[in-house]
């Protein structure tokens, strides 16, 4: 059983930043992709980003590309995403995944292996 808690979600102004962190119950970057995606009211979900599990290999959205980076420290057990020169269509709950596949392009119904609650982020314009 993996567990994932993410944290970091807040309020803040367009144009500033955040770093959600997810923190992951065992060591699992030999085994699954860790990823994130997002929830607005109103909206499918999308995937915001993925880092791989063998190479280390980084996803990205197109609407978050240049702005987002996810990252990884291993002793730690840890996940961020470093989120810079926010917008308000930022703004949803974010959720981090652990997966077979890194991937931001799934289906609406896809059903990820492992997911942690989510966290906050609202943007303000």
């Known amino acids: 059983e993996v567990q994932l808690q993410a944290s970091g979600g807040g309020l803040v102004q367009a144009g500033g930043s955040l770093r959600l962190s997810c923190a992951i119950s065992r060591s699992t970057f030999d085994d699954y992709a860790i990823g994130w995606f997002r929830q607005a009211p109103g909206k499918e979900r999308e995937g915001v980003s993925c880092i791989g599990s063998f190479d280390g290999s980084t996803r990205y959205a197109d609407s978050v590309k240049g702005r987002f980076t996810i990252s990884t420290d291993n002793a730690k057990n840890t996940v961020y995403l470093q989120m810079n020169s926010l917008k308000p269509e930022d703004t949803a709950v974010y959720y981090c995944?652990?997966?077979?596949?890194?991937?931001?392009?799934?289906?609406?119904?896809?059903?990820?292996?492992?997911r942690g609650q989510g966290t906050q982020v609202t943007v303000s314009s």
């Open positions: 995944v652990a997966d077979a596949f890194c991937t931001v392009d799934v289906g609406a119904d896809y059903e990820y292996d492992y």
